[in-house]
């Protein structure tokens, strides 16, 4: 799924986007030459600057094309729910699965880009925090639903969720371990919205 913004891009710089997301599928970010995307791409090195001011401003907008279409598809599937813990256990289990399924973006996003400031100033960033914001939302619609204690800190419960699926995910990224994303959305939600306790 391509986002509307990259279909409306130029050929050029749909070449070039698609060739750093083939080319991260077997190499290191860091290890890769502008080069290496240039000859993927079938364009020249100058093409990408013509675009992009540098290796990482390319995986920004590449990293924000995923975002986009990852944050709408979300949208799509929890718009019709009414129940607040639904639509929270759906954003669980889909982003579970959109890591599991793109290791690439999973493995940039968790590992990789948060080391340089630059990341946080960029449009990819700017939709973390869209998707970030989603969660607190629905929470904060969910204690005024009576569905969620209102004496939960909704930020608390937002750490809690966003630190959950990362760590589910770190083992499949790491090591490249198989994740049983339905398994461990379903154990992670009747911890959250259950409780330990007995």
């Known amino acids: 799924m391509e986002s509307e913004q990259k279909k409306s891009y130029p050929p050029g710089k749909i070449k070039i986007m698609n060739a750093l997301s083939e080319l991260m599928r077997e190499k290191d970010f860091h290890s890769i030459t502008t080069a290496d995307i240039a000859t993927t791409a079938g ?3 100058g093409l990408i600057y013509k675009y992009f001011k540098d290796k990482k401003d390319l995986l920004y907008q590449v990293l924000n ?3 986009q279409t990852f944050q709408n598809y979300i949208v799509s599937k929890i718009e019709t729910r009414k129940s607040n813990i639904e639509k929270l256990s759906i954003i669980i289990k889909t982003t579970l699965k959109s890591y599991s399924i793109n290791r690439v973006f999973a493995r940039i996003l968790l590992l990789e ?3 340089s400031p630059n990341y946080f100033e960029s449009d ?3 939709m973390v925090k869209i998707y970030s914001r989603t969660i607190l ?3 904060n619609q969910g204690i005024k639903d009576g569905e969620i204690k209102e004496d939960i800190d909704p930020h608390a419960l937002r750490q809690v969720i966003l630190g959950s699926i990362e760590h589910a995910c770190l083992g499949e990224v790491i090591f ?3 994740l049983d994303t339905d398994k461990v959305s379903e154990h992670i939600c009747n911890i959250i919205f259950r409780g330990a306790k007995k």
Do not use: L
């Open 43 to 45: 364009v020249t090195e």
């Open 65 to 67: 094309g995923h975002f």
């Open 113 to 115: 880009v948060r080391n």
């Open 124 to 126: 990819a960033y700017d």
């Open 137 to 139: 939302d629905i929470i």
């Open 176 to 178: 490249g371990k198989e």
